[in-house]
């Protein structure tokens, strides 16, 4: 489907929707890998612990701790990188992953999301 340079500039800015998701278990430096929705725009995170934060279009990469941001605890958000998908990979469904992994391995900890 393709949508007008307008709509690509609002949903852009302002996301298109409010989707909740299930709690991530970051525990133990548990790496997590979480499949962005083709309409989301946004990706607010709170999370109780820090996490590594790495974008990109495979479904099983596995976070660096020498090159990968670091951020939390608390509430941050994400454009999403729409521009890892160009072309065919756009057109085609192409899919845009999360890639989040504790910092520090500790116990009981989690990531709580909502796609926008």
């Known amino acids: 489907m393709k ?8 949903r852009g800015r302002y996301g298109g929707n409010w989707t909740q998701a299930t ?3 970051i525990s133990s430096a548990a790496q997590e890998h979480i499949t962005i929705g083709r ?21 099983n990469t596995s976070n660096t701790t020498a090159n990968d941001i670091r951020r939390g605890p608390g509430y941050f ?15 085609s469904g192409a899919t845009v992953y999360l890639h ?17």
Request: avoid cysteine.
């Open 39 to 59: 309409d989301t725009s946004i990706i607010r995170i709170d999370t109780d612990s820090r996490v590594y934060v790495l974008f990109d279009t495979t479904s």
């Open 23 to 25: 709690v991530v278990d």
């Open 3 to 10: 949508i007008s340079e307008q709509d690509a500039l609002v």
């Open 100 to 116: 989040v992994k504790q910092v520090s391995s500790v116990a009981s900890k989690e990531l709580r999301y909502v796609e926008s």
């Open 77 to 91: 958000e994400y454009y999403i990188p729409r521009g890892l998908l160009v072309g065919e990979d756009y057109e």
